[in-house]
């Protein structure tokens, strides 16, 4: 069992920068790859990056990438979403997720586990 614990979220205007960090308990943190999710209102939840288990690998929506970076620390069991010149379309509540495996994937029905998500709204 994982959970996941999601912070950072807030306000902020366009060009702005926010950094979201997502703590997760359990001894195996550093087994799974992890990942972040968006949905905002009347819309589907959508896959924004991840990041493999060695943080080696990462991925990004063609809507972020240049602007979003994610990364991971295994000793301190947290993966971080940086995200910088936010753009109002960001605005979101903002998941991460695993399954408890090493895989990628890029559609929120292959994850088991999830935040509680936390609230990006950026103003323009």
């Known amino acids: 069992q994982v959970q996941l614990v999601e912070s950072g979220g807030g306000l902020v205007q366009a060009g702005g920068s926010l950094r979201l960090s997502c703590a997760a308990s359990?001894?195996?943190?550093?087994?799974?790859?992890m990942a972040w999710f968006r949905q905002a209102p009347g819309k589907a939840r959508e896959f924004v990056a991840a990041i493999g288990r060695s943080g080696v690998g990462t991925y990004y929506a063609d809507s972020v990438k240049g602007r979003f970076t994610i990364s991971r620390d295994n000793v301190k069991s947290t993966v971080y979403l940086q995200m910088n010149s936010l753009k109002p379309e960001d605005t979101a509540v903002y998941y991460c997720?695993?399954?408890?495996?090493?895989?990628?994937?890029?559609?929120?029905?292959?994850?088991?586990?999830w935040g509680q998500g936390t609230q990006v709204t950026v103003s323009s």
């Open positions: 997720a695993t399954r408890q495996s090493g895989s990628i994937y890029y559609t929120p029905v292959n994850y088991a586990y």
């Open positions: 359990g001894r195996t943190f550093s087994n799974y790859a």
